[in-house]
């Protein structure tokens, strides 16, 4: 009976936690089995131990052609996605306009349609406009799908931001454009930062749009759904679990800045 | 995906004060700033959907061209061809949405109410299996869910597998390639967006309420019955389409975990645009999956009462 009794008391804890190891199960998988050292072309069962693959992550042929230009993807999608969410973004939430209405559904509708619609729609254009599918056509769509996050994302922080600051600015005799750089910009900044790396998580990240307008270009995402195909090289776990590593430690460092910095305004 | 203090997606703030009307020469100014990006979602966005639309009511073929011809034949053979998947993705998709509800919701709570100076790093945990390649971790269950593997091994001591297989959630001894393995993944994949949501209402919560409501001889069920759980409704609302909506268009679970039978809407629509080129009948498929899903989202907005969410 005191077992039933504490179980019941540690109910949300016991069932919290077993939610957090079922999601992070595969990751411990994906790190493991980076040392493998796989018999047949697939790397799904445990062989030896080896550290092969990380000695030479660029092994497989096109893997890190993939990578970088997945990088380059997101990096330009993430520029231009941020420039147009935060010019919206700003127009929505400073600004009462006629069709203030429409807009907000245009911005919202590409969230709630799944992927493979927009996918196979813009397919369709493209096709139909004759344009070569290739780096162009997959930058037009991952702009196009990671906007309306940024213009979430950047309208949360600007809705929040107290108008007498900017009033403040304009009263010590700044002009409209020093305003917007000395006062208005910083304190959107979070907002704007929040929103462009979620578009370069979705952009770096995105597969089945891409996979319908890349032709026969190769992102990551693309080619490790490839290799599932043909063979999985145990590079895939190894530059998996280096991404993984690397993203964990720039989340603890900014927190611990974030934490060092507070206490310093306290 | 990255972001850990962000508010989820589709869960704007609320608007705090009313945007001014300004007049004379700033009266164009939200029109330049809307152009660029309104322009790039009206070109990329809207007209590729209508374009879509009409190509669905096409007939012809790739060598001869197509023709709008108002045929709404793509429409029929759609439907009767492919009303199994049709029912498979629904079924998956919210199966999937179920599951992510009751394994999340735990796991908000933990965070909100009881993690204390843990909350920082369980948080960094949920969102940081978003940064390896969802395609590596989904790959990533195929080795724990391989035949003969520890789990399948358990699950068939358990005589759990002779359970689902009954259920005709599982075939034989097998997990892979069953739909049981599908709607895990698919699980999974959609976890986070349905745990951030969840998250953020019920942060929100003051913890005066549950005192109070403590004080007033509610147990604990009862409290959050009647107190927690429909103050999170918004979170739980938001959950359930950020999770259901991209679940039932997904085609990568179905291919990697399951098998010819799982095949979902998702899966026809890219191989008929990608490997057989029909291009109608796939149309037709996208078009009726799209108002599917926003009849549904419409719907259950309204329903739920939280219609400022969007």
């Known amino acids: ?266 | 995906m990255a972001t850990v203090t962000q508010a989820p997606p589709v869960a704007p703030a609320p608007e705090t004060k009313p945007p001014r009307k300004p007049r004379g020469r700033g009266r164009w100014t939200p029109y330049w700033l809307l152009l660029p990006g309104l322009l790039w979602l009206l070109v990329f966005f809207a007209l590729p959907v209508i374009y879509q639309a009409s190509t669905s009511v096409q007939t012809g073929s790739l060598e001869e061209g197509y023709e709008v011809t108002w045929h709404f034949a793509a429409y029929w053979d759609a439907l009767s061809e492919y009303w199994p998947q049709f029912v498979r993705s629904v079924l998956y998709a919210a199966s999937a949405t179920v599951l992510c509800l009751l394994l999340g919701y735990p796991l908000a709570y933990l965070i909100a109410f009881r993690a204390g100076r843990w909350r920082n790093l369980i948080m960094v945990l949920v969102i940081a299996p978003f940064f390896t390649s969802f395609l590596i971790r989904t790959l990533a269950w195929k080795t724990i869910l391989a035949d003969g593997g520890p789990v399948v091994d358990a699950l068939n001591t358990l005589h759990v597998l002779d359970v689902t297989a009954w259920l005709g959630w599982t075939a034989g001894d097998r997990v892979l390639a069953t739909p049981l393995a599908v709607v895990c993944g698919l699980t999974y994949n959609f976890l986070p967006f349905m745990i951030l949501p969840l998250y953020t209402s019920l942060e929100r919560i003051d913890p005066r309420l549950h005192e109070a409501a403590n004080d007033l001889y509610a147990r604990p069920s009862t409290t959050f019955r009647r107190v927690t759980f429909p103050l999170s409704m918004p979170g739980v609302v938001s959950g359930t389409l950020l999770t259901f909506i991209p679940a039932s268009g997904d085609y990568i679970n179905s291919d990697l975990l399951g098998s010819t039978d799982t095949r979902m809407v998702g899966n026809v629509i890219q191989s008929q645009f990608l490997r057989i080129l029909d291009y109608p009948t796939a149309a037709a498929l996208s078009f009726i999956l799209m108002a599917a899903i926003l009849a549904v989202v419409t719907l259950y907005i309204r329903k739920s009462g939280t219609e400022d969410l969007v």
């Open chain 1, 1 to 266: 009976m005191t077992f039933v009794n504490w179980l019941k008391r540690r109910f949300v804890a016991i069932a919290g936690l077993l939610t957090l190891a079922y999601l992070l199960l595969p990751n411990v998988v994906v790190t493991v089995f980076s040392f493998n050292h796989p018999k047949g072309r697939f790397n799904y069962t445990w062989q030896e131990f080896s550290t092969e693959a990380w000695q030479d992550p660029c092994g497989v042929s096109g893997l890190c052609a993939s990578l970088s230009l997945s990088l380059q993807l997101a990096l330009w999608a993430t520029l231009g996605a941020t420039l147009l969410g935060t010019m919206i973004a700003f127009a929505l939430v400073r600004y009462r306009f006629r069709a203030r209405p429409a807009v907000n559904s245009l911005i919202f509708l590409p969230m709630a349609m799944p992927e493979v619609v927009m996918a196979a729609s813009l397919l369709t254009l493209f096709l139909n406009m004759g344009a070569r599918l290739g780096f162009w056509t997959i930058l037009i769509a991952h702009i196009m799908f990671c906007l309306s996050f940024v213009v979430v994302a950047v309208k949360a922080r600007v809705m929040s931001m107290d108008p007498r600051l900017e009033q403040a600015a304009q009263d010590l005799y700044a002009g409209p454009f020093q305003t917007f750089v000395r006062v208005t910009l910083p304190i959107a900044a979070p907002g704007i930062a929040a929103g462009a790396l979620l578009a370069f998580a979705l952009s770096f990240d995105d597969f089945i749009i891409t996979n319908f307008n890349a032709g026969s270009t190769v992102t990551f995402p693309m080619f490790v759904w490839g290799s599932a195909q043909r063979g999985t090289p145990v590079q895939i776990n190894v530059v998996g679990t280096a991404m993984f590593v690397v993203a964990v430690l720039l989340v603890l460092v900014s927190m611990a800045v974030g934490n060092r910095r507070n206490r310093r305004k306290a």
